[in-house]
């Protein structure tokens, strides 16, 4: 299991936590539906079906009520992914990045967001719940839709699967160990040397890689370059030109694995650079680095 994956569990559990105590709260306030509804909350999904790990991409819309008043105060949304009995999973709460003051009648707000579905112990149908609350005054918006109670939406349904045999990956040489932030705690990565392999359960299959990486395009006068290959074979070239991570899906090829029971993924970052040297001394860290990687998943097609 990647590190990434670890502390997006060890996020998430919390939020659970936060997002629970948000409902226990509310239960049996005797919250009503006469309220109009102050906006049409609606979500995209790029998938259907998303294995234990996989990355999921949604598309949030608020349609405002044309006799919507103003909001009084920046409201979050609640996101809650409930199993088949209703119970909550795990969530992808957050904060809209039009805040809800500015927010007018009529308009449509849209964005998207992605997120790694957690390797939970479950498999099946999934209902995906969305609201608008207050933090600080704890109170739930009236919306239009199809009410679960509390003033919660149902707005999508996915199925979670299990992960492929090859989607086990594992880190072999040329990693560092596991950082983070305090700041972010859940935000984890890994630095790379030079190349940096990982290996996996081959089925010869079609496939499909996801990697978030970053680079330090600042330290260079042309950036970074990635080269992905198994064996001998390049299955792709990244330019690590961006300031900020950048998210890459990439297709690996059955024929590209070859015929051996474990194929092997070659991460090669050219040039890679050793802190103590690029800054004359001013950082002392004295490893090799290539670049950081946040997420890797391989998924058969």
Same mark, same amino acid.
């Given at each position: 299991?990647?590190?990434? &994956?670890?502390?997006? &569990?060890?996020?998430?559990?919390?939020?659970?936590?936060?997002?629970?105590?948000?409902?226990?709260?509310?239960?049996?306030?005797?919250?009503?539906?006469?309220?109009?509804? #102050?906006?049409?909350?609606?979500?995209?999904?790029?998938?259907?079906?998303?294995?234990?790990?996989?990355?999921?991409?949604?598309? %949030?819309?608020?349609?405002?009520?044309? !006799? *919507?008043?103003?909001? *009084?105060?920046? %409201?979050?949304?609640?996101?809650?992914?409930? !199993?088949?009995?209703?119970?909550?999973?795990?969530?992808?709460?957050?904060?809209?990045?039009?805040?809800?003051?500015?927010?007018?009648?009529?308009?449509?707000?849209? %964005?998207?967001?992605?997120?790694?579905?957690? #390797?939970?112990?479950?498999?099946?149908? =999934?209902?995906?719940?969305?609201? &608008?609350?207050?933090?600080?005054?704890?109170?739930?918006?009236?919306?239009?839709?199809?009410?679960?109670?509390?003033?919660?939406?149902? =707005?999508?349904?996915?199925?979670?699967?299990?992960?492929?045999?090859?989607?086990?990956?594992?880190?072999?040489?040329?990693?560092?160990?596991?950082?983070? =932030?305090?700041?972010?705690?859940?935000?984890?990565?890994?630095?790379? $040397?030079?190349?940096?392999?990982?290996?996996?359960?081959?089925?010869?299959?079609?496939?499909?890689?996801?990697?978030?990486?970053?680079?330090?395009?600042?330290?260079?006068?042309?950036?970074?370059?990635?080269?992905?290959?198994?064996? !001998?074979?390049?299955?792709?070239?990244?330019?690590?030109?961006?300031?900020?991570?950048?998210?890459?899906?990439?297709?690996?090829?059955?024929?590209?694995?070859?015929?051996?029971?474990?194929?092997?993924?070659?991460? $090669?970052? !050219?040039?890679?650079?050793?802190?103590?040297?690029?800054? @004359?001394?001013?950082?002392?860290?004295?490893?090799?680095?290539?670049?950081?990687?946040? %997420?890797?998943?391989? +998924? +058969? @097609?």
């Amino acid at each position: 299991m990647s590190p990434r &994956l670890i502390s997006y &569990l060890s996020h998430r559990s919390a939020a659970v936590i936060g997002s629970a105590a948000v409902l226990a709260s509310l239960a049996g306030c005797g919250l009503a539906d006469t309220a109009s509804p #102050v906006a049409t909350p609606a979500v995209g999904l790029n998938r259907a079906r998303v294995p234990l790990g996989g990355p999921l991409e949604l598309t %949030y819309r608020f349609t405002v009520a044309p !006799d *919507a008043g103003l909001f *009084a105060d920046d %409201y979050l949304v609640f996101v809650h992914f409930l !199993d088949a009995d209703g119970d909550l999973m795990f969530t992808d709460d957050h904060a809209p990045p039009q805040s809800t003051t500015s927010w007018r009648p009529g308009q449509e707000i849209s %964005y998207d967001r992605r997120m790694v579905v957690p #390797v939970f112990p479950y498999i099946g149908e =999934v209902t995906v719940a969305l609201g &608008l609350y207050s933090a600080t005054a704890g109170d739930r918006l009236p919306l239009a839709g199809e009410h679960l109670g509390q003033r919660s939406y149902e =707005v999508a349904t996915l199925e979670m699967v299990p992960q492929s045999e090859s989607g086990f990956l594992i880190y072999e040489d040329g990693w560092h160990a596991a950082e983070s =932030v305090p700041e972010e705690p859940y935000r984890e990565w890994r630095w790379t $040397t030079g190349q940096a392999t990982i290996s996996f359960r081959n089925t010869q299959t079609d496939s499909t890689l996801y990697l978030e990486v970053d680079g330090r395009p600042e330290l260079f006068e042309s950036p970074q370059i990635l080269t992905l290959s198994i064996g !001998d074979t390049p299955v792709e070239t990244i330019e690590l030109g961006s300031a900020e991570p950048s998210y890459h899906i990439v297709p690996v090829s059955g024929a590209s694995l070859g015929g051996a029971d474990t194929a092997t993924l070659t991460l $090669t970052v !050219d040039p890679s650079f050793v802190p103590s040297e690029v800054t @004359n001394g001013a950082n002392t860290d004295g490893r090799e680095l290539g670049m950081q990687v946040f %997420y890797a998943f391989l +998924e +058969e @097609n």
